[in-house]
C-alpha cells in the first residue's frame, strides 16, 4: 500500500531505511528528496526512447519496452548497490507520479522480501508539499538577518555561529553563489534544488529559536528567494556588522583571492556596469586590473559600487539595525569575536 503524506514534515520524517528514488539521473539532478539515493530504472536516453515509442508506435508498445528494460535495470541495481543490504532493510520508493516505475521496484523488492513500499504521487507529492511551505505557506521560525556592508565577513560569521550551536540558514550555501557580482562558485543548482536545500535545513530547525540569515536581495545569482521566506525577511530585525574599509578591504582581497586572479572574468564581469557607474568609473577599475592593483581595485569597487548600493537599499527599506556590532578585525581571531558578540546578542528579547 502507497505510503501518504499531507505535510514536508511527515514526508520527512518518513521512518523508512532508505528513500529511492528510481527516476532517471537527469530528473534526479535537476532535484530530488533530500537523503534520496538514485537507482534509475530508465536511463536519460531509455526514458527518452520509450516515450517515442509510445507516441509513435503505440501506447502497449511503449510499456512493453518500458517493462523490459525496468525490470532489466532494476535487476543490475539488486545485484550492483543492493546486495548488501539485509533481510530486514525497509525502502521507500518513488517516481515522478507514484507510478510504474516505482511501483514496478517496489514490487521486485517486495518479492525478495524486502518491506518495500512507494510514495502515493511521487516526487510531484513532494514538489507539492516544498511549494505549500515556501510559497503559500507562512515560515513559523523566527529569523534575524545578519546585515553589513560588502566585505564585513558575514559568510564567515554566519558558518562560526553554527559551530557556537546557533541555528543559521545559509542562503549563498544553497544557491551556490556568493550573492554579489563577482559571486559565483560554479554552477547554480536549480531553482527546484534550491528550494529543497532551504525546505531540508527548515524542517531541522527548532521555530521556538531565532535563525540566522545573511541580508541578502530576492535574488542570489540566478535563484529567487521563495516568497514566503523573503516575506520573514523583510521585516526581520538585523544585527549590523559594522568594521573599517580598511579591514573590508584586506578580507576581501583574502576572500575572493580566486576571483581577483583572473583579470579576463573581472573585466567581463564589471564591463555591464558602465551604465550604471559611468564610463570613468569603470574604466579606473579596468586600469587598477591592468596593473595588479587589487586592493586598489577592491576598496574603489566599494566606495564607488557596493557601499552606495547598499545605502541606497537602507534607506529604501527604512529599516534600522536592532543591533550594531563593531569588528576590531576581520582575521580568523577577530571573526570569532564578532560571532561570539552576535550569539549574545541573539539573547536579547528585544531580537
Known amino acids: 500500500m502507497a505510503q501518504t503524506f499531507d ?5 520527512l520524517n518518513h521512518g523508512f531505511d532508505t528513500v529511492i528514488d528510481v527516476r532517471s539521473p537527469a530528473e534526479f539532478a535537476e532535484d530530488h528528496i ?5 537507482l534509475p530504472v530508465l536511463s536519460n536516453q531509455e526514458r527518452a526512447d520509450v516515450g517515442t515509442t509510445y507516441k509513435q508506435q503505440s501506447p502497449f508498445m511503449g510499456r512493453k519496452t518500458g517493462a523490459a528494460l525496468v525490470f532489466r535495470n532494476a535487476a543490475d541495481h539488486i545485484a550492483g548497490p543492493l546486495r548488501d543490504r539485509d533481510g530486514a532493510w525497509r525502502p521507500l520508493v518513488y517516481c515522478w507520479r507514484g507510478g510504474q516505475r516505482s511501483g514496478a521496484f517496489s514490487w521486485m523488492l517486495g518479492q525478495i522480501g524486502w518491506r518495500a ?15 505549500t511551505l515556501l510559497y503559500d505557506g507562512v515560515i513559523p521560525h523566527r529569523v534575524v538577518l545578519l546585515d553589513g556592508y560588502t566585505g564585513t565577513a558575514k559568510t564567515e ?9 546557533v541555528q543559521v540558514l545559509d542562503l549563498e550555501g544553497a544557491a551556490g553563489h556568493r550573492g554579489s557580482l563577482l559571486g559565483g562558485l560554479g554552477e547554480q543548482p536549480s531553482q527546484k534544488m534550491f528550494e529543497s536545500r532551504l525546505a531540508a535545513v527548515l524542517h531541522g530547525l527548532d521555530p521556538s529559536r531565532p535563525v540566522v540569515v545573511e541580508a541578502e536581495s530576492s535574488k542570489i545569482g540566478d535563484r529567487l528567494i521563495p516568497p514566503a521566506l523573503w ?6 530585525p538585523r544585527i549590523e556588522i559594522a568594521a573599517p574599509i580598511e579591514d573590508r578591504t584586506a578580507y576581501l582581497v583574502e ?19 558602465h551604465k550604471f557607474r559611468g564610463h570613468d568609473v569603470i574604466d579606473g577599475w579596468f586600469e587598477q586590473i591592468a596593473q595588479g592593483d587589487l586592493p586598489g581595485l577592491t576598496r574603489a569597487l566599494m566606495v564607488q559600487h557596493y557601499d552606495p548600493a547598499y545605502a541606497k537599499s537602507r534607506s529604501i527599506s527604512g529599516q534600522q539595525p536592532a543591533r550594531i556590532v563593531q569588528a576590531d578585525s576581520l582575521d580568523a581571531t577577530g571573526i570569532k569575536r564578532v560571532a561570539t558578540k552576535v550569539a549574545q546578542a541573539l539573547q536579547d528579547t528585544v531580537i
Do not use: Q
Request: with cysteine; hydrophobic share 50%; charged share 15%.
Open 7 to 11: 505535510t514536508l514534515n511527515a514526508l
Open 34 to 38: 533530500p537523503g534520496a539515493i538514485n
Open 117 to 131: 513500499d512507494v510514495i502515493a504521487g511521487g516526487y510531484k507529492t513532494y514538489r507539492c508539499l516544498v511549494n
Open 157 to 165: 560569521i554566519l558558518h562560526h555561529l553554527a559551530t557556537l550551536g
Open 231 to 236: 516575506e520573514v525577511m523583510k521585516t526581520a
Open 255 to 273: 576572500a575572493y583571492a580566486d576571483v581577483l586572479a583572473d583579470a579576463e572574468r573581472l573585466r567581463t564581469a564589471l564591463a555591464p556596469l
